[in-house]
DNA sequence: GCTAGACAATTGCATATGCAATTAGCAAGT
DNA sequence: ACTTGCTAATTGCATATGCAATTGTCTAGC
């Protein structure tokens, strides 16, 4: 992996200088320009480029790779650090690793597919204007066979247009967006509900039998990315974290 | 709040010297030996009494302050800050102040109470050592003069042993140990379930129908504090949180 | 008593400097 | 080819120093 446009960092002037440095980085990697994997430039360069001290480029970064957003390692340098896969207590969490993890064969199916405005139903559920133009599918995970859950989606092609060309063969929608897009925000909702008619049947259970919902949406520097609605058939399924408020005990 | 006890800073020699001095000072909070409001000596005490620089110290401080366990002010100095009320997704919430915020009138009921040696199915339940001495409380929260969840709960008196000596007359159980006791770690699990006859019948709700059920635990530095089981009518709750997986963007 | 202003304590930030630890990559020797 | 060891690049840590910003507190003057 070689130089990377360190000519792309530029400081805004606003705040202290190890700020600007490190909102300049964090932009860069949230905008796709420097994807994961990507070398950083040494401190040395940076503090040549920028004009600042090595002691206040060095805590721009340390701070990124606090945040995880970076690696670093002596000698090797500093590299765009993968995305996170989870996160405190609730996880963009990848639902094959989540099944394999189990000890379970994984398998999905594409059970319907959109793209386009969204229908009037669709854009209500998901809070959508209509005039937005999103991929809409409907995905049944499997885990050994059985239901595993039930996932509803839609994508912004506007912000991950590649998902027009995408088929989504061999692996789900989740993966692949967590391969093709970044996100910086997210929102989690999650709520009990009865099993449908049709939600009850696909997943092979009764109706009214009760259900964790996760509902969750995320963005990309205020660009929606996709929202998502994944239906878990209840008693089979829990959400577990662990975490602290301070930093590791 | 007066020059409070420096010499209780002590390093213990292994690691950064920054990170001990960070250490030492978040474990002093954690103990309790400085409880929130307490003075944090100045930058320039700890230099000398640590034998480290200035900056070394600042950084120590630095990072605490990020972590939320200190709130730090030119000239007015560094205090240790209150406890945090939330965190990321799922909060340790006050049930009184989620049901104010809805704008319903709070109130709740303990419906039993029964303090030592866990009963075995309390045991079971909580994974607990039938030998650990616990308050065992049910305790039904209203909003509105509405069941609004109901909560289990044991608390481990040999962590909080004030726990025995207090009432529960007009601050319920979880609300009275945010103010009576730390922690420092937390575990949560999420799941549906169906509503049992007793729970059903409690929350004025039919049997079967979809419940959230939150389970948390808690410690302070590995020892356990509290675990409860928060039971809420579905359809009527969710929880939501936003938060990103970097800094703030 | 009250106010304006000076003073000083405390944190925030940046720099310059030096050394330690790690290790990729190269060179030398077998 | 394979190993061994050296060198240098890079990050990690600590120090010393200086100035800026904020704001309690005290003092002088009214």
Redesign the pocket.
């Known amino acids: 992996m070689s130089d990377n446009g360190i000519e792309a960092v530029k400081l805004d002037g606003t ?6 440095i490190r909102r300049a980085i964090r932009d860069l990697v949230l905008n796709g320009a420097w994807p994961p994997g990507t070398a ?8 040549e480029r ?10 721009a ?2 701070q990124l ?1 606090r945040e995880g957003l970076i690696t ?7 590299i765009v650090a993968n995305p996170p896969a989870s996160h405190a207590m609730l996880d963009i969490l990848s639902i094959p690793d989540e099944v394999r993890q189990l000890g379970q064969d994984y398998s999905f199916e594409i059970l319907s597919r959109r793209d386009g405005r969204p229908s009037p139903e669709v854009a209500a559920g998901f809070e959508l204007k209509r005039s937005e133009q999103v991929a809409h599918l409907v995905t049944l995970h499997r885990s050994g066979g059985q239901p595993h859950v039930l996932e509803e989606r839609v994508i912004h092609l506007a912000t991950v247009p590649a998902t027009a060309a995408e088929r989504f063969g061999t692996t789900p929608p989740g993966d692949w967006l967590l391969q093709h897009s970044l996100w910086s925000q997210a929102e989690h909702a999650i709520s009990a509900v009865a099993a449908g008619e049709r939600e009850a049947s696909l997943l092979e259970i009764e109706q009214g039998e009760p259900c964790l919902l996760v509902e969750r949406r995320t963005w990309n520097q205020n660009q929606p990315v996709t929202a998502v609605r994944l239906l878990y058939p209840g008693g089979r399924h829990r959400f577990v974290g662990r975490f602290g408020p301070y930093g590791a005990v």
Do not use: F, N
């Open positions: 705040g202290p200088v190890y700020d600007q950083v430039p040494p401190e040395h360069a940076l503090m920028l004009g600042a001290s090595r002691m206040t480029v060095h805590r970064l340390v790779a670093r390692r002596r000698r090797s340098g500093t």
